[in-house]
T-cell receptor
Framework: NAGVTQTPKFRILKIGQSMTLQCAQDMNHNYMYWYRQDPGMGLKLIYYSVGAGITDKGEVPNGYNVSRSTTEYFPLRLELAAPSQTSVYFC????????????FGQGTRLTVV | DAKTTQPPSMDCAEGRAANLPCNHSTISGNEYVYWYRQIHSQGPQYIIHGLKNNETNEMASLIITEDRKSSTLILPHATLRDTAVYYCIVRGSSNTGKLIFGQGTTLQVKP
């Protein structure tokens, strides 16, 4: 059981480039989330999904897109990267929305230069 | 979702109990209180959660006041490895499972 796996661990992007952050979970969890964490700050919710084919915006969705075609994968797409998107990105999953714990990946550290 | 208020930082001596307070005065009846911690820059780690009764597991105890407006996370015998940022979160009643993080409390365990 690998849990929540994020790739890559580190990435440097140039302004205007695009990339996809990968997130996979092998726990058959219905709910998945993407967060970003800026230095010295708490995590901010970008997007979330309550099941395959269903996604919704979180607190800070601008500049990002997501898709959820299967239960296992929840990729986060950055289009036209900007320096303000320099952050650590965490993916998480949980079996349901209430009364269960969420499991987090180890993060992707992204720098936009 | 109810907001939470935590002290920005606390110190604790190694081997002593660490008591981390959290205020959530606007919590509604079916919202759970969750605690997570983040060690260095790793992904947050689940600690414990509860609705209205006190809860205990192998990591910690959670004490929720009778009016549910505040809670305390207790690490009974803090070690240096417990140094981390601790987040108290009220998980939304909308069943989306969203965890809305605040600034948390930085706990420094000292030798």
């Amino acid at each position: 059981n690998a849990g929540v796996t994020q790739t890559p661990k580190f990435r440097i992007l140039k302004i205007g480039q695009s990339m996809t952050l990968q997130c996979a979970q092998d726990m058959n969890h219905n709910y998945m989330y993407w967060y970003r964490q800026d230095p010295g700050m708490g995590l901010k919710l970008i997007y979330y999904s309550v099941g395959a084919g269903i996604t919704d915006k979180g607190e800070v969705p601008n500049g990002y897109n997501v898709s959820r075609s299967t239960t296992e994968y929840f990729p986060l797409r950055l289009e036209l990267a900007a320096p303000s998107q320099t952050s650590v990105y965490f993916c998480a999953s949980s079996y349901t929305g209430l009364n269960t714990e969420a499991f987090f990946g180890q993060g992707t550290r992204l720098t936009v230069v | 979702d109810a907001k939470t208020t935590q002290p920005p930082s606390m110190d604790c001596a190694e081997g002593r109990a660490a008591n981390l307070p959290c205020n959530h005065s606007t919590i509604s009846g079916n919202e759970y209180v969750y605690w997570y911690r983040q060690i260095h820059s790793q992904g947050p780690q689940y600690i414990i959660h509860g609705l209205k009764n006190n809860e205990t597991n192998e990591m910690a105890s959670l004490i929720i006041t009778e009016d549910r407006k505040s809670s305390t996370l207790i690490l009974p015998h803090a070690t240096l490895r417990d140094t981390a940022v601790y987040y108290c979160i009220v998980r939304g009643s909308s069943n989306t499972g969203k965890l809305i993080f605040g600034q948390g409390t930085t706990l420094q365990v000292k030798p």
